[in-house]
């Protein structure tokens, strides 16, 4: 069984440009979710997608969103980056949303803005 | 306030040395789970443990093995005759208790050296 897969693996953009990282969950799984690990700043949780309905998100600046398509797997886009933005975010996707927490991780993307 | 925090931020061991990484949480709620992940030099967040606040019986795995005390609010993990494959990142994390989501801690890195 394939894995949470995230593309790309690295991102490199400029200040002011837009990012967009996707992500696919693990087959059935419908839940997907977003983080940033920025250095020294540890995990944040970013957004939550479930059945393509954003279903909550974190303490971020509108200009990060994402969708979730019909087959579960999920964009994060990054409006009008800024250097602060660098980091891996990160992937996981789950069966059953909210309290079960059996979040399988992907790998990241590592992004750099320059 | 929901809070995760593992004090030690980074640990250097001679292979085959014990090892114990300390997690401390603060909740209010009665019934929780506790979480540890593994996240190597690749990237991704690997699932070690969940734990039920209900079970404070000890789990061992293998060389690891997980100490939760509910009286002190701690969730402390140990590996036993650790490997240089056991290197990375550790991280602790928590429900918050309003949106689903996992609080983190700041994570310990494990330096194992051979």
């Known amino acids: 069984e394939a894995g949470v897969t995230q593309s790309p693996t690295h991102l490199i953009k400029t200040r002011g440009q837009q990012a967009t990282l996707r992500c696919s969950p693990i087959?059935?799984?419908?839940?997907v979710y977003w983080y940033q690990q920025a250095l020294g700043l540890g995990l944040q949780f970013l957004l939550w997608?479930?059945?393509?309905?954003?279903?909550n998100r974190g303490n971020f600046p509108p200009r990060f969103s994402g969708r979730q398509f019909p087959n579960y797997s999920s964009e994060l886009n990054v409006n009008a980056l800024e250097l602060e933005d660098s980091a891996l975010y990160l992937c996981?996707?789950?069966?059953?949303?909210?309290?079960?927490?059996?979040?399988?991780f992907g790998s990241g993307t590592r992004l750099t803005v320059v | 306030a929901q809070k995760v925090t593992q004090a030690q931020t980074e640990i250097s061991v001679v292979e085959k040395e014990d090892v114990t990484l300390d997690c401390v949480y603060e909740?209010?709620?009665?019934?929780?789970?506790l979480f540890w992940y593994k996240q190597p030099p690749s990237g991704e967040l690997v699932f070690l443990i969940r734990?039920?606040?209900?079970d404070e019986q000890n789990e061992i795995s293998g060389r690891y093995s997980w100490n939760f005390q509910k009286s002190t609010s701690s969730f402390n993990f140990t590996i036993t005759a650790s490997q240089v494959v056991d290197s990375a990142v550790y991280f602790c994390?928590?429900?918050?208790?309003?949106?689903?989501?996992?609080?983190w801690g700041a994570g310990t890195k494990l330096i194992i050296k051979p």
């Open positions: 087959s059935g799984h419908t839940s």
């Open positions: 996981a996707s789950s069966l059953i949303p909210g309290e079960d927490y059996g979040y399988t």
């Open positions: 997608y479930d059945e393509g309905e954003e279903r």
């Open positions: 909740t209010r709620d009665t019934t929780y789970y």
């Open positions: 734990r039920n606040s209900f």
């Open positions: 994390a928590f429900p918050s208790d309003s949106n689903y989501q996992l609080i």
